[in-house]
Nanobody, 125 residues
Framework: QVQLVESGGGLVQAGGSLRLSCAAS????????MGWFRQAPGKEREFVAG????????YYADSVKGRFTISRDNAKNTVYLQMNSLEPEDTAVYYC??????????????????WGQGTQVTVSS
């Protein structure tokens, strides 16, 4: 059974940085794609960033491109989301997701089979 555990959320001022972690267990993730999504109050869950574990290929939503960086650590089975130049609009619960495929529409919620419990990110103005 795949388990995803997010950590690293918190309260930060606008312009600040946070690094989210997603610790994955239960499988060998070399054939997986991983994604970060977020959901703000009253809004739908949206794609933030994705990575193909084996190739390291990365993909970003336009709203975070140039500010956020997704990466993975093979030895730790962990995916990271480095978030810089944070804005109040980035305030949301951030979720990690996984799917055993490298050929899927990364930006679609329905592409993923496994989800973490989420971690709150709050950016104050």
């Amino acid at each position: 059974q795949v388990q995803l555990v997010e950590s690293g959320g918190g309260l930060v001022q606008a312009g600040g940085s946070l690094r989210l972690s997603c610790a994955a267990s239960g499988r060998t993730f070399s054939r997986y794609a991983m994604g970060w999504f977020r959901q703000a109050p009253g809004k739908e869950r949206e794609f933030v960033a994705g990575i193909i574990w084996s190739a390291g290929s990365t993909y970003y939503a336009d709203s975070v491109k140039g500010r956020f960086t997704i990466s993975r650590d093979n030895a730790k089975n962990t995916v990271y989301l480095q978030m810089n130049s944070l804005e109040p609009e980035d305030t949301a619960v951030y979720y990690c997701a996984a799917v055993r495929s490298a050929v899927i529409p990364l930006r679609l919620i329905s592409s993923y089979d496994y989800w973490g419990q989420g971690t709150q990110v709050t950016v104050s103005s």
